[in-house]
């Protein structure tokens, strides 16, 4: 039952198909800390089988998925606590600029897991007051990789919260709390797995346009999604597999805007690589791409440990599926190309990359690689890649310019026929 209560590098309502010892030999977890501290803040060698052994974007939605089952008020938020809150918490976010008082949701729907079985999520919607027959474009904001249950969208619907600022623009903002956060807590996080990052994203879509039609909140008919960091590799993965699966939500999105992102994991992974080879020589030559699996299985689990320990703090109230970390230490490309990669499909809507060339969590070689690879696919003008111009153009410096680089993607996009803007 449900409930509702820069430089450039050249609506219908459907369902989705959609505690560790220390090493006792060579001190890899060494290695394995600086891998891990690069995931953290986000966030080859077998060929593996030849064929094709069916489209990994292509997720098979069990019974269900999709399905809009509570929606609960949160909180309502005035533009000017939010314009408050924003400049108290010192960030300094150009281009945001609260118009709108907001109403919160806490949303509650049913997607996949990792191992593809149904599971309880969450996400927080959060909609702009306006004026009779104003109607607000649908913008899906995807969060960055976060520590705490209590940092979900979800859970922090607060003046603060970027999601909450976005709304106060006069945007209808959806945002998925992820598997392992919300309502999903104990539930693993399917950390940089493309098909339950892509499903929590599309089935909340869904739910929301269920609820929308209920509770008598319409839209203009226009999708946005956006995302940094693993947010704007979950943005990736849900455009692909709208893509793959001509989902009813594809004739509504208007484009991508992803700063920043893994979207090429095995590109992202060995870059951190040539960074331990760079600062210790004789460890980077023992974990070279294409040798990993040699390790002993000892040592493998070692380093494996190590780098979970790095990737969650001890106490976190996150449970982490880090599965595509078996599969790189494994050496196996082909598993992780269909487990994790985005990087490489034919979009048919625009896709703006955003990346700092001094990013050494995510090394900006993940964006170029996607761009060349979509080109190749022959997305042609469709994508571009615009590096950041902070100084240093690293992870944390390139978030302020990259919401700006997205708002401003978003706001040059015309308003439906007779449709007001979103400003």
């Not at 609260?98 to 969450?122: C, F, I, K, W």
């Not at 992820?178 to 493309?194: R, W």
């Not at 997305?379 to 700006?404: E, I, K, M």
Request: some cysteine.
């Amino acid at each position: 039952m449900t409930t509702s209560t820069h430089p450039t590098h050249t609506g219908t309502l459907a369902r989705i198909g959609r505690g560790w010892r220390p090493l006792t030999a060579w001190p890899k977890w060494l290695a394995a800390g600086l891998l891990a501290g690069a995931l953290a803040a986000c966030g080859g060698g077998n060929s593996g089988p030849t064929g094709d052994a069916g489209d990994p974007a292509v997720i098979p939605a069990p019974a269900g998925a999709g399905d809009f089952k509570a929606a609960v008020w949160l909180n309502s938020v005035a533009p000017l606590d939010i314009a408050n809150a924003l400049q108290a918490s010192g960030k300094s976010l150009p281009g945001v600029s609260p118009m709108y008082p907001v109403t919160n949701y806490r949303l509650e729907y049913l997607t996949t897991d990792g191992d593809g079985q149904l599971v309880r999520a969450s996400g927080l919607v959060s909609v702009p007051l306006k004026a009779p027959g104003a109607l607000s474009p649908v913008l899906g904001y995807q969060h960055a990789t976060i520590f705490s249950v209590a940092q979900a969208p979800s859970n922090r619907a607060v003046p603060s919260e970027l999601a909450v600022a976005l709304a106060s623009m006069g945007f209808l903002v959806v945002a998925p709390d992820y598997v392992g956060y919300g309502a999903s807590k104990g539930v693993p996080h399917p950390y940089l797995q493309a098909a339950p990052s892509a499903a929590a994203v599309l089935d909340m879509h869904t739910a929301t346009r269920a609820w929308q039609a209920s509770a008598g909140i319409p839209d203009n008919g226009q999708l946005f999604l956006v995302g940094y960091s693993e947010g704007a590799y979950v943005s990736m993965a849900a455009h692909r597999t709208m893509t793959a699966t001509r989902s009813a939500h594809l004739s509504r999105l208007q484009m991508t805007v992803a700063g920043a992102g893994p979207y090429n994991v095995q590109t992202t992974l060995d870059g951190v690589l040539r960074q331990v080879r760079d600062e210790e020589p004789l460890l980077g030559a023992l974990l070279n791409p294409g040798f990993l699996r040699y390790l002993g299985s000892s040592v493998r689990n070692d380093v494996r440990r190590a780098i979970l320990k790095k990737l969650m703090p001890e106490d976190t109230d996150v449970a982490l599926d880090a599965r595509f970390l078996d599969v790189y230490l494994a050496d196996d490309e082909y598993q992780l190309n269909r487990l994790s990669n985005v990087h490489d499909w034919q979009p048919d809507k625009p896709i703006y990359l955003h990346h700092g060339r001094d990013d050494r969590t995510v090394t900006h070689g993940s964006s170029l690689s996607t761009l060349q690879a979509l080109q190749a696919r022959g997305a042609g003008g469709l994508v571009s890649l615009t590096d950041c111009t902070a100084q240093p153009s690293d992870h944390g410096n390139c978030l302020p310019p990259f919401v700006t680089f997205m708002l401003n993607r978003v706001l040059s996009t015309p308003a439906p026929p007779a449709q007001l803007s979103p400003g």
